[in-house]
């Protein structure tokens, strides 16, 4: 009996032993879950920074190129507003010039009149005809033929010799 008694308390012991394991198993199994869990959280989570981390290298990358392009874009535009500038005197001499043509040409001894009746070269007195053209001098008004006005001179009024 006392056999018997000291093998059912051992069975007991034994029992009571595995039914602790069995818990401790249980438990390192659902902490093994949760750690497996926090585990795939963390790789997902340093992918995530990874990639942010890539992003801004690239970001980073692209950002100190900009410099160069500024300086690229300001020497373009600094280049475009001389020639803006360039082009805004060469018109205003032009424009210049055309005024005082203008001007020439309204205050001209010549008149319409005057070219039709002109009949003789002024310094040769030779007579107009179809090879001897008449050529009307911008400074006097006369008119003459080819021959006398080959001569150009600049006017002080005007930037191409006449």
């Not at 205050?107 to 070219?115: R, T, V």
């Amino acid at each position: 009996v006392e056999a018997e008694d000291e093998e059912e308390k051992h069975l007991r012991e034994r029992l009571s032993e595995s039914d602790g394991l069995q818990r401790q198993i249980a438990q390192k199994e659902k902490q093994l879950v949760q750690l497996e869990t926090d585990l795939k959280i963390e790789k997902e989570w340093r992918q995530t920074l990874q990639e942010d981390h890539q992003k801004e290298k690239n970001a980073l990358s692209h950002l100190r190129n900009k410099p160069q392009q500024v300086i690229f874009l300001k020497k373009n535009f600094l280049s475009l507003q001389d020639e803006n500038q360039r082009l805004k005197k060469v018109h205003h001499e032009q424009e210049q010039a055309l005024q005082e043509l203008g001007g020439k040409l309204s205050e001209s001894n010549l008149k319409i009149e005057d070219i039709k009746e002109a009949t003789n070269c002024k310094l040769r007195e030779k007579e107009f005809s179809l090879s001897k053209r008449k050529h009307h001098c911008r400074n006097c008004g006369e008119i003459f033929c080819n021959a006398c006005s080959d001569n150009e001179l600049p006017l002080p009024s005007s930037t191409k010799p006449v």
